[in-house]
């Protein structure tokens, strides 16, 4: 009898949570629309990422924070109306089915896979896949030199995988953050840090690795940063206008080039500023 | 339903070979593990207090840092500062540097099983060893261990269930293995994100399962009836 009630209690809560796993982004849209009449917005950034979406105490800086207060801004919400969310790589697509977030200006790539999933507004910067090596290194000037060399990455990343495709001769180190592989980079265990070059920039740019290491400049991959919205989002028009603003106006120059100072990088500027996609 | 089938088609032979890793990497710790483990635990009830300290400063030490810290220390100090090289190979150098953190962490667990085992002996079995002349070795060797590892089989299985998951935190030290994948699928297929985390933990729970299965069923018939 006892052991029955149980089994009835586990299956019901197993119920619910499919239950609740469906819903979620079928109700996500009521919520999203609503915008709740101007009050705040909630935006998701990487927290952990120097020089593009960082926090210190309660203050937020770089690029993506930069962008994300612009275009918030020109949304209509000041900048105390901006409640900032953290939002990890893996959580990204979460966040925003389950309204989570209003949006999300996290390094995040435009892809097919994700547009499953989530709507993307922009993209406002256009990344390649760089190499970020020691100040001294005179050697490396693109993957090709690696072979037989120690690069770094992180586990999962697209980076990780795409040198593996292109360059299995080289050694890859998989590490769980960027900055367990600077600090191997320093010592003298890799020879290369790879992912998006603004990110390396952004590194690079931190107080503590100042003059230590610098971007080599010879991007390999495409990677396009599009603000992440739900599916059932109607603020991608406002938000592409607001980005074209922000290239107009020259914001959008200062951003990058505040984030970056020092590191004697420049992005690609055939490629950049990008012009926004379509929305859907 | 095609989109997973898909993530089969992309990742299937991926996922089966780190997940064998995984296992690889359990096999290996596991053997080490269970003979430091049994060392330290003969340590902990030995009559020489110098080695009683030893194994009590080593199982406080290692059972309360994290393996996550254990894992990364092996590679960014063992790797990045000492450049220790463990094989030829540069993949392989990272497997055995896990393996041996793994073994560090799990031995403390494993000898504290053991040592429960110990705890289950009465304390006349002891005496009466010391009693027909045996010294501490062979005491131990013919009376002791024999009964306390019977004793133990139910929580040193559970040891090893936990070094089966802990396998993962490999990761940490840049070894090719499930979890790796699982971050991979994650990243690249969204579409199916949830789906991932299921199978991943399926491939476990088929793992896990018949180990808690069969070492209950050891633990119950081999137990010393007293």
């Not at chain 2, 088609?9 to 269970?34: D, H, K, R």
Request: with cysteine; proline share 4%; net charge negative.
């Amino acid at each position: 009898m006892r052991k029955n009630r149980i089994a009835m209690a586990s299956m019901a809560a197993v119920a619910a949570l499919t239950l609740s796993a469906c819903g979620g982004s079928d109700e996500g849209g009521t919520g999203g629309e609503g915008s709740e009449g101007g009050e705040s917005v909630r935006i998701g950034i990487k927290f952990d990422q120097p020089g593009l979406g960082f926090q210190e105490g309660d203050t937020y800086t770089g690029f993506d924070v930069d962008v994300a207060k612009y275009v918030a801004n020109e949304l209509g919400y000041s900048e105390d109306q901006i409640e900032w969310v953290s939002a990890p790589s893996a959580n990204r697509e979460t966040l925003l089915e389950t309204n989570g977030v209003d949006m999300i200006f996290a390094t995040y790539s435009i892809t097919d896979e994700r547009k499953e999933r989530v709507a993307f507004a922009g993209p406002y910067f256009h990344a390649g896949q760089d190499l970020l090596v020691r100040e001294d290194e005179s050697e490396i000037a693109g993957p090709e030199d690696l072979e037989g060399k120690n690069l770094c990455s992180v586990t999962g990343s697209t980076s990780a995988t795409k040198v593996k495709e292109l360059h299995p001769g080289i050694n890859l180190v998989e590490q769980s953050g960027y900055a367990d592989c600077l600090g191997l980079l320093e010592t003298g265990g890799i020879d290369a840090v790879t992912t998006d070059d603004i990110i390396l920039a952004g590194l690079a740019a931190t107080e503590a690795n100042q003059g230590k290491f610098k971007v080599v400049g010879n991007p390999f991959s495409d990677e396009r940063y599009g603000v992440g919205l739900s599916q059932d989002s109607d603020m991608c028009e406002d938000i592409n206008a607001a980005i074209q603003k922000m290239y107009d106006d020259g914001a959008w120059e200062e951003a990058i080039s505040a984030n970056t100072e020092g590191t004697g990088y420049t992005p690609n500027d055939e490629k950049n500023p990008p012009e926004p996609d379509a929305c859907a | 339903m095609d989109a997973y089938l898909s993530l089969w088609e992309t990742y299937g032979p991926q996922m089966l070979s780190t997940f064998w890793t995984n296992i690889q990497l359990t096999f290996w710790a596991a053997i080490a593990s269970v003979t430091l483990g049994g060392f330290l635990a003969l340590m902990r009830i030995s009559p020489i207090p110098s080695l009683r300290w030893f194994g009590t400063a080593y199982v406080n030490i290692f059972r309360n840092t994290p393996l996550t810290i254990i894992m990364t220390f092996g590679v960014l100090v063992l790797f990045g500062v000492f450049q220790v090289q463990l094989a030829s190979d540069f993949n392989l150098n990272f497997f055995r540097i896990a393996i041996i953190g793994l073994t560090i962490y799990h031995a403390a667990f494993f000898c504290e099983a053991i040592r429960s085992g110990v705890n289950t002996v009465p304390l006349g079995q002891a005496e009466a060893a010391r009693a027909i002349g045996l010294s501490f070795l062979p005491a131990a060797r013919h009376v002791i261990l024999p009964q306390a590892l019977r004793g133990a089989i139910a929580p040193m299985g559970n040891t090893l269930i936990a070094l089966i998951k802990n396998s993962t935190v490999a990761t940490a030290g840049s070894v090719a293995e499930i979890s790796g994948t699982m971050k991979t699928m994650i990243e690249f297929r969204p579409d199916v994100g949830i789906l991932v985390f299921l199978t991943v933990a399926a491939f476990f729970v088929i793992v896990v399962i018949p180990i808690g299965l069969l070492s209950t069923y050891l633990s119950k018939k081999l137990a010393v009836a007293r």
